[in-house]
């Protein structure tokens, strides 16, 4: 119990109860003498369903489920591409899993339905309303049933507040938030971005003007997911005083999946805060928090939730949500994390995370391979690389010729050691002196200096 | 092990592990050896969140979960009037909750993100597609994040087809089916109901012919979570030949919520079937079959998909799914239940449900107390109870002058004892001879025949 929140079982191991989990695969076993990065990947047992339940069918889950924590556990040894941490454990509160909670409904007013959390969800409302500072009595809020959901409900909130608004983001913005413009029906013009990842302000200065007639609906990205790059929130309002916009013609949305619980424990990190004229914040609790289901954070102004409630008696609660049902369990191990790390754990987390971000990002330029880091950003930003069987082997999401690492609590130096190494040895194959094909330039990605390209290679320093 | 699916251990008796985790409060202790039915609800401990973890983290956390659990289990005795499950175990798959599994994107393709259950997904798919009747290579579908998911997917799928569309439902829907038409600005019009809770035919008519220069999406409840009232499909199909409306002038959605693992199982009951042309079918996961987290199943036609998809090269999927980040532990829950229960489990539950409404339907009559049950429903419709206070000791969520008891696998013949007794001796104080108020007549929601009001009461047939 007191070693719970401990970095996962010696990462560089099968956790013990996975281990034993696997035991029924005799094959497996003998693997296990070796590190956990050098075996190749279990057979998984295909779940299947049978039409009767019958005297074989425990012995069958069990298979099955044995063999699925397996590949999992061994993907997990690999999973370099996804701002999600994969270090918890919340087994302390495996009984709650015997009942179905939901805080349907408007968590500050409760409802009928007595199986809920919400006085956990306050509590990890509040949290957060202080962390991003705003007074109590002024803000509202709930833990959605993902992090698309709190970027829907931020922008909702634009759109009912100025329903003929043009919504901006830029090209670097969670899919997510075009969903939105397309479920929602809301017109909207997406920005282009400087090599950071950050917005164009110039670009979106020009977009707004030419839609001076319309009111503006902002998201921006605190910060992108692909680069990790901040969209800076003083220098768009700027931009919107600039363009004679007053505070009644716009709506900014903040969307700090992950950057929403890193910035504020890093000195000098912008600041992402209510005392700037923001609309909304959303932070993912699957991302840097960790959580074994999906769940976000959302906070707004009291004051703009009555345009969108409406009262709905059946669950005796205002429906102001997206979800209504909305799981009980995720407020729970957000309020269980929050406490068990604290703010110096949570400091300490980011540290280490960034750190081994740098350190990546040293090593692929060690080896010759072009990569960018923005400050106050655990996403390494590299190359695609040529064969997609290593991109799936490490789990990475490439995106045009781009891809990138995001540097978690389970991505362990030696990890980042083994997937340096063994990029740098298949990119001498692909790219080999008497091959045709070449590394690819992108330098209008990253930038001259961080491409590894045969021409810009050159300019790389370290 | 061989009894995670037995019926909740000893319905009757606090759980030996819930009964455990609330052994730190003294007090508690002594009143266990009463029936649960008899204890009051304990105090809960108010979870907080210290900035910082220290030395005594654990113990408060312990505390506090222990408290929380001893409540829920509390309330779990009373819990009548929501349509979901409180019967279930997974404790087998606790090994799960180390690892957050995304099923990200549309799960016949995959994604890169390889912590997912997609192969399970699949096959809970597959099974739900064989009981509506739609051949495998003609159906797509997803596992939601919840049971508004499903509703907004359907509907959507409507608009995307039928983009100038106009939204019918019944007054007695789901009030995510009006969030949707709000949300995706959709225009909606609000037919009435028969006492049963039916979608009035005669009114829906009339409408479809007021509107007839405009397609048709239409929501069907398969029933209604209020009265348990079915929609007839085939009518309303029926109406629609009538008015003109050819297949490619409407688009239908059931919400079977509940009822879609039900009625299946039911003989004589009306058919679910992908044969007649509907569009889609939503059920919840943690309704009728139990799931600790919201989730429901959404089936649709293959060749619908198109229109609705869009390449999002990030996630390596297609963005065809509305959460986009979608948790992969419903979808084994959900193929773990489905395999542990079989067709001979789900229909003997079915069949138990729907007998104890009957029983609790008797039993309401038997003192006097007016109460509507419909064909193949386990949902009890009675008077609104005179005191909130009662309604919140039940769970009992109400609408109008009405309430209900949902029948579900939790709902032992003894909570039911319990529960008519206490209504009818506090029905007799409220109501008591002298005094000026009288039970509400509700003959125009549940009929003359069923209404137990001062001027109907005689009506009343054993």
Request: aromatic share 10%; net charge neutral; charged share 20%.
């Amino acid at each position: 119990m007191e070693n719970a929140m401990l970095p996962f079982p010696a990462r560089e191991q099968v956790p013990t109860l996975v281990a034993n989990a696997i035991k029924p695969i005799q094959k497996e076993e003998k693997q296990m003498e070796k590190s956990p990065l050098e075996i190749s990947e279990p057979q998984m047992i295909k779940p299947t369903i049978s039409e009767f339940s019958g005297v074989d069918t425990d012995a069958h889950l069990e298979n099955v489920i044995a063999s699925f924590l397996g590949t999992i556990n061994h993907r997990r040894y690999r999973f370099l591409g996804y701002p999600t941490n994969q270090d918890f454990n919340y087994e302390a509160l495996v009984q709650l899993l015997r009942f179905f909670l939901n805080n349907l409904g408007d968590p500050f007013i409760g409802s009928s339905f007595s199986l809920n959390s919400h006085p956990f969800e306050l509590c990890v409302l509040d949290w957060f309303a202080k962390l991003w500072e705003i007074e109590k009595n002024e803000y509202w809020g709930y833990v959605t049933n993902g992090g698309t959901e709190g970027n829907f409900h931020g922008i909702l909130i634009g759109r009912e507040l100025l329903p003929d608004g043009i919504l901006y983001t830029s090209r670097g913005s969670h899919y997510s938030v075009l969903k939105a413009a397309r479920l929602f029906r809301i017109n909207c013009v997406v920005v282009g971005t400087l090599i950071s990842g950050e917005i164009d302000y110039n670009e979106l200065k020009a977009s707004i003007l030419e839609n001076k007639d319309k009111p503006a609906i902002i998201n921006l990205n605190l910060g992108t997911l692909t680069k990790g790059g901040i969209d800076d929130v003083d220098l768009v309002l700027q931009i919107l005083e600039e363009c004679g916009f007053g505070e009644d013609r716009f709506y900014i949305h903040c969307d700090a999946a992950l950057f929403g619980l890193m910035l504020p424990f890093l000195n000098g990190a912008p600041k992402i805060t209510f005392k700037k004229p923001i609309g909304s914040v959303t932070v993912s609790g699957h991302k840097f928090l960790g959580c074994p289901i999906p769940c976000s954070i959302i906070i707004t102004r009291l004051k703009y939730i009555d345009l969108l409630s409406k009262e709905v008696e059946y669950i005796s609660s205002r429906d102001i949500t997206i979800s209504g049902s909305r799981g009980g369990h995720a407020s729970i191990f957000l309020w269980y994390a929050l406490n068990k790390k604290g703010f110096n754990g949570l400091q300490k987390e980011v540290e280490e995370c960034n750190n081994k971000a740098i350190y990546l990002h040293n090593c692929l330029r060690g080896q010759g391979i072009g990569s960018m880091l923005n400050n106050f950003s655990n996403t390494v930003v590299f190359e695609r690389p040529l064969d997609d069987a290593f991109s799936h082997k490490w789990s990475l999401s490439n995106e045009g010729n781009l891809s990138h690492v995001i540097v978690m609590q389970h991505v362990s130096v030696k990890m980042l050691d083994s997937f340096v190494s063994e990029f740098a040895k298949n990119r001498s194959i692909w790219y080999k002196d008497n091959s045709s094909k070449k590394p690819p330039c992108i330098c209008e990605e990253i930038g001259a200096k961080n491409c590894a390209c045969l021409i810009h290679k050159k300019l790389i320093s370290f």
